[in-house]
């Protein structure tokens, strides 16, 4: 995978922290430069570990909460009250402790909201979300988010995306929606490879000796149908933030930067 970072931390835990302090310099920086900053959510441990770091930053205030905006990479199409919301989980570890513009956080339906249990239609009406928020600059339907995070699981998904799967092979529409998923719940909604490879930087967090494999094979090549998070790859800037252990595997094949 050409043309990606990658840092490593001695515990998922020093990464959260270090990756939530990127974000605040990253997004501090870019409400400087331009007014406004985007970035895409992620579900997964890791994920909301980063969420819940970022909201106990002592320089957590330095970002300009109302001129943020909050989009999903993926979502479990379960009702809203349900505790595997990555929406509900991101909520309870940072926005609901900060002054987000309601206005600008978006999120993807629920499966008891306006489209009831049709995951379609939820996957349909987030494209236009994406749609109604793309520029003229954007050159298309899916805005250019500024900094995407994502996990990943051990066989290679990120966001929603399956190895193998229908989301690995989707090339056209900007969200769809998944079923059968092998990591539970089953049914998702998912932002597709070419809405994920219109952000600007894609931050890749995860630990554990599980992801090793899958991290090594990803940097080494892989292709994104079978790794599906070989596939995620930022316009300007890939960086992979790995606990040691997610990095064990790296040795074999790539010789990151220890930090
Ligand atoms: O909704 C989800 O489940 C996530 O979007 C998913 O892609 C997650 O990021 C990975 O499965 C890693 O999860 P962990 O960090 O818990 O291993």
């Not at 399956?162 to 529409?173: D, G, I, K, L």
Request: glycine fraction near 8%; proline fraction near 8%.
């Amino acid at each position: 995978m050409s043309g990606s970072e990658v840092l490593v931390y001695s515990t998922g835990d020093l990464l959260a922290a270090a990756c939530a302090a990127r974000l605040v310099t990253r997004i501090v920086d870019l409400q400087a430069a331009k007014g406004s900053a985007s970035v895409v959510l992620t579900g997964g441990g890791t994920g909301i570990a980063i969420l819940e770091q970022l909201n106990r930053s002592p320089a957590r205030d330095a970002i300009d909460w109302a001129r943020l905006d909050v989009y999903w990479g993926d979502e479990r199409f379960v009702p809203a009250d349900s505790d595997e919301r990555n929406e509900k989980q991101a909520r309870e570890a940072l926005l609901d402790h900060v002054p987000v513009d309601p206005a600008r956080v978006h999120p993807m339906a629920p499966s008891d909201g306006e489209f009831g249990d049709d995951p379609d239609a939820a996957a349909a009406a987030y494209a236009g979300v994406l749609a109604a928020n793309a520029r003229p600059e954007d050159h298309g339907d899916v805005p250019t988010f500024d900094i995407l995070l994502l996990g990943m699981g051990p066989e290679g998904h990120t966001a929603s995306i399956f190895p193998e799967s229908p989301a690995a092979y989707e090339h056209e529409r900007s969200v769809v929606a998944v079923r059968n998923c092998p990591k539970p719940p089953p049914t998702r909604v998912s932002l597709t490879f070419p809405a994920i490879r219109q952000a600007t930087e894609v931050w890749l967090a995860t630990t554990g000796e599980a992801k090793a494999g899958a991290v090594a094979l990803a940097l080494a090549g892989a292709g994104e149908v079978q790794l599906p998070v070989a596939g995620a790859r930022g316009q300007r800037r890939t960086l992979w933030l790995l606990d040691r252990a997610a990095a064990g595997e790296l040795g074999k094949v790539y010789q990151p930067p220890h930090v």
